[in-house]
């Protein structure tokens, strides 16, 4: 079966470091997500991108955010100037028609230091 | 406001016995769906109800919804041990992009 895949599994930056999370959604797929899980808290949602271009984000989508699908399988999180809460696993996820089921992948842990 | 909160948090049960959670939800839905996550991995999607359906089934697992009373309960029959996990309910929103708003999760644990 397919899989939305990232890359990589662990990620530990400096505090002020850029960072950048990849995904590799299910080839198909037209929409395409990230949302974030704080250890112990509720996973949130992020942003969505359809077209080449967001579809809508969060308040937590500041301008230190970035997505972009730079050719025509990869799928990437930018953070430009990592803070010390942006610690979290964060899940890439992808689907064939807006509001239907999503699949994830199994997430980047990230840790600023 | 909180959308998709479950109940209870955490859920111990015997395998063979039924698990239920509950999911309550504040806003209209065009659907809600329910995902599974093993520890340290990403979630996986188990099934799907429209606003306009009441309950639907797909193997073991059945859901209902109510949105009259804006809730939720996800039943899993005969449990197993390869059933633990943590069960989240997520609520999709017409004219928002698809986007997910997930509850927090209730942790299953099913005793062999």
């Known amino acids: 079966e397919p899989e939305v895949t990232q890359t990589p599994s662990h990620q530990v930056t400096q505090m002020g470091q850029e960072v950048i999370l990849r995904c590799v959604p299910i080839?198909?797929?037209?929409?395409f997500y990230w949302y974030r899980q704080i250890l112990g808290q509720k996973v949130e949602f992020l942003v969505s991108?359809?077209?080449?271009?967001?579809?809508?984000k969060s308040e937590i989508f500041d301008d230190q955010f970035s997505v972009e699908r730079p050719d025509g399988s990869n799928f990437t999180l930018k953070i430009r100037s990592t803070k010390l809460e942006d610690s979290a696993m964060y899940f890439c996820?992808?689907?064939?028609?807006?509001?239907?089921?999503?699949?994830f992948g199994d997430g980047t842990r990230l840790s600023i230091l | 406001s909180q959308q998709g909160e479950e109940d209870p948090q955490a859920l111990s049960i015997q395998e063979g016995e039924n698990a239920t959670m509950n999911c309550s939800y504040k806003?209209?839905?065009?659907?809600l769906q329910w995902y599974r996550q093993n520890s340290g991995r990403g979630l996986v999607h188990l099934i799907l109800?429209?606003?306009?359906?009441r309950e639907k089934h797909s193997g073991r697992l059945r859901v209902t919804l109510d949105t009259s009373k804006k809730s939720s309960s996800l039943l899993i029959t005969a449990s197993r041990a390869a059933d633990t996990a943590s069960y989240f309910c997520?609520?999709?929103?017409?004219?928002?992009?698809?986007?997910?708003?997930f509850g927090k999760g209730i942790t299953l644990s099913v005793r062999p």
């Open positions: 991108f359809y077209n080449n271009e967001i579809s809508e």
């Open positions: 997520a609520t999709a929103t017409s004219g928002a992009n698809s986007k997910l708003t």
């Open positions: 109800i429209r606003s306009n359906e």
């Open positions: 080839s198909n797929h037209l929409y």
């Open positions: 806003t209209s839905i065009n659907n």
């Open positions: 996820a992808s689907s064939e028609n807006p509001l239907g089921p999503q699949h």
